[in-house]
């Protein structure tokens, strides 16, 4: 029981750290994606049930902070926990190279789906040239955290 509360704690103390430098680190004046990183490591650790639960928890927490409407994050979140979990070595041999293109293609993925949420249902937040942009710079960001993020069972 104990063990089971210490993991939330570190968990939680882990999402609020990661708020927290997405907040205050820029490059080219583009916040990271760091809370995707999260979902990914959730999906791929925990399999596609707890990392599609983490990974919504995750982008509500982040739509709530946000100060937008509730959604974008918490389906974009949820995909790239559930997706992420293909890469474990059910669906694919995992090996560095396939970890950094994962991780790159799902905060892609991420950052799409909340920029088309955000203009469909509530307003065209940037221009498309912009927001391709940002969301490459994202993905730029996050690659080379997929080296380190490997799956339980990966040598």
Do not use: C, H
């Not at 221009?127 to 490459?136: E, K, L, N």
């Amino acid at each position: 029981m104990i063990y089971i509360l210490m993991i939330y704690i570190l968990w939680t103390a882990i999402i609020l750290l990661t708020f927290l430098i997405q907040g205050k680190v820029s490059l080219f004046d583009i916040s990271p994606n760091f809370t995707s990183v999260l979902a990914y490591y959730a999906g791929i650790r925990k399999g596609e049930i707890k990392g599609m639960f983490f990974g919504s928890l995750i982008g509500i927490l982040e739509d709530s902070l946000s100060g937008a409407f509730l959604g974008p994050n918490l389906l974009s979140k949820g995909l790239v926990g559930y997706l992420s979990s293909f890469m474990s070595g059910s669906f694919f041999r995992w090996t560095p190279l396939l970890g950094t293109i994962g991780i790159s293609v799902l905060t892609l993925i991420d950052s799409t789906v909340v920029f088309l949420s955000r203009s469909i249902f509530d307003g065209m937040p940037v221009s498309i040239g912009a927001a391709a942009f940002i969301v490459a710079i994202q993905s730029l960001i996050n690659a080379p955290l997929g080296i380190f993020i490997k799956p339980k069972d990966a040598k």
